[in-house]
């Protein structure tokens, strides 16, 4: 008898939460949910895209300070961590002139990351300088970014023999460098 009464309670209970969660009275919702409607809470959670260029990585209001540290490369003003990378990217610029790769046997990416850092570096100078007395010279790097960035992603091959993994570990860095040109470069492809 006591669990045929604790069986009927049972079914009681699970009744009342039934009603109880269909009832437009009390609302159903799980812990922690917003109470608002989703447009109340749109602004927290969606960032416009930005207007204008450049987007990626940083603003136009941003570079003054990107070319003061670039040329100050190597005085002891930037942290360490920013003339390592300066340096890379400078030393990659100094070796490249052309995105072309070389074949690949296609079990494996024929990616360079000294190419990539290149374009990059070449896209990043036209950008800091494209609005200074240095906007000839300015012009030709971001020229010759657009060029080896086409080379790169026409020459590209990620292995075809690479499990996904291998594939989109290659694949993602050459998005978002070649990316970086377009967008950097913006104004030289329109």
């Given amino acids: 008898m006591p669990n045929r009464n604790l069986r009927r309670l049972r079914m009681f209970i699970a009744l009342l939460l039934t009603v109880a969660l269909v009832s437009s009275g009390i609302p159903a919702m799980a812990v922690g949910a917003p109470t608002k409607t ?4 749109a602004p927290q959670f969606y960032n416009p895209v930005a207007v204008g260029h450049p987007r990626l990585y940083f603003r136009e209001a941003d570079i003054p300070a990107i070319r003061e ?5 190597e005085t002891g003003r930037n942290p360490v961590q920013v003339d390592w990378f300066i340096r890379q990217m400078k030393n990659a610029q100094g070796r490249y002139d052309s995105g072309i790769l070389p074949i690949s046997s296609g079990n494996s990416s024929n990616a360079n990351k000294q190419i990539a850092a290149a374009f990059q570096a070449n896209a990043l100078e036209y950008l800091m300088y494209r609005n ?10 971001g020229l010759l970014a657009i060029k080896m960035a086409k080379e790169y992603l026409t020459t590209f091959n990620w292995g075809t023999n690479l499990d996904t993994y291998s594939r989109n570990y290659e694949i993602g860095p050459v998005l978002v460098e070649t990316a970086c040109v377009y967008d950097w470069c913006h104004d030289l492809l329109t």
């Fill in 132 to 141: 200074t007395d240095r906007h000839e010279e300015a012009v030709r790097k």
């Fill in 69 to 73: 540290r670039w040329e100050n490369y």
């Fill in 38 to 41: 989703p447009e109340a809470y």
